[in-house]
């Protein structure tokens, strides 16, 4: 037991170090635990969510990924762009089966067909009418390949927006790409069911997806397959959502199409007027010929005549080809 003397004293002494007790636990916790406190709010506030050091960095290398991807296109574009097409494939890109053969075998009857009807119902010379022969020979077989290509092209324009559509529904509901692309070879319209076809096969050999798909756009070389090479070639070496990216393709094809449309209607006036002037001299020479035909006559009989009408054709022709020129508008 303390005397009743030191009982103060030691009272007074607990509540000092009571109080000391105190105020070093509320320095500590201010030093101490309020730093570690502030050094986490700092790296949050710090923190810049995915737009930090790593992203940025990230974000430039995917940049110069797609820069080089698009060189890398762009040239071989440039390559092909100076390349002509050959017979081969033009044959192809028009959708025929035919072969070399076959085609050389349609120009000799192209040809022996124009030389009989020369012969026979315009009732010309032997030589002109080989001139004739030859001529048909090799222009008619080439304009019917070429119509068919471009039909063919037009086609491929027409149905290729619902098919980029496709592939964009089915990758938002997370098929792979593959398998959307299955479903168009196997649902689409010619020529797009083919050509996916082919890109299958391509697939299936081992052929990596972005080559495969730039394959279309040499086998169907239209602005529109050019895209959607290009979008699949940076979103197989860049990444990135590929639904976003082909739904913004969808949207500018379509644009293109309004566009086309648009072009048209406005041009249909001059095309018109082109049809007019072009027909024209022939609608007024047939009317000559049934009004007066000993007027018209020396035009054919004479030496002379041949001479003006031979040159009045050319002349037409060059006029006709550039009417044609003025009136078709690229895009």
């Known amino acids: 037991m303390l005397s009743p003397e030191l009982a103060p ?6 509540g000092a170090l009571c109080v000391s ?3 070093v636990a509320v320095f500590y916790s201010r030093v101490g635990g309020r730093s570690e406190a502030d050094k986490r709010l700092a790296a949050i506030a710090g923190w810049d969510g995915p737009t930090g050091r790593a992203a940025v960095s990230d974000e430039g290398s995917r940049k110069r990924s797609i820069e080089t991807t698009l060189r890398d296109l762009e040239e071989q574009q440039k390559a092909r762009r100076g390349v002509k097409p050959s017979l081969a494939i033009r044959i192809r890109q028009a959708g025929l089966d035919w072969s070399r053969n076959t085609y050389f075998v349609a120009c000799f ?3 022996g067909i124009s030389f009989i009807a020369a012969l026979t119902i315009f009732g010309i010379g032997l030589l002109p009418a080989l ?3 030859l001529a048909g020979g090799l222009l008619l077989p080439h304009l019917y390949v070429s119509r068919k290509r471009a039909r063919r092209f037009k086609d491929f324009i027409s149905e290729f927006p619902n098919a980029v559509d496709v592939i964009v529904r089915g990758v938002k509901s997370g098929l792979p790409l593959v398998d959307c692309l299955r479903a168009i070879a196997a649902d689409a319209k010619e020529p797009l069911r083919s050509e996916f076809k082919a890109i299958l096969e391509d697939q299936t050999l081992g052929v990596p997806m972005d080559q495969a798909v730039q394959r279309l756009s040499e086998r169907v070389p239209v602005a529109e397959a050019n895209f959607f ?3 699949i070639a940076l979103q197989s070496r860049s990444g990135g959502n590929l639904s976003e990216a082909l739904g913004n393709l969808s949207r500018v094809l379509r644009e293109r199409k309004k566009m086309e449309g648009k072009i048209r209607a406005m041009s249909s006036e001059a095309k018109a ?3 007019i002037i072009g ?3 022939v609608v007024v020479a047939c009317l000559l010929y049934l009004t007066a035909p000993d007027y ?3 035009l054919f009989t004479t030496l002379i005549g041949k001479v003006v009408l031979a040159g009045c054709a050319m002349w037409m022709g060059f006029g006709v080809l550039m009417m044609r020129k003025m009136i078709n508008f690229d895009f």
């Open 296 to 298: 018209i006559s020396l």
């Open 279 to 281: 027909s024209l001299p």
């Open 109 to 111: 009857i192209a040809g």
């Open 9 to 14: 004293l030691f009272a007074a002494l607990l």
């Open 273 to 275: 007027s082109a049809g």
């Open 21 to 23: 007790g105190v105020v």
């Open 229 to 231: 090479a290009i979008v």
């Open 131 to 133: 001139c004739f022969g």
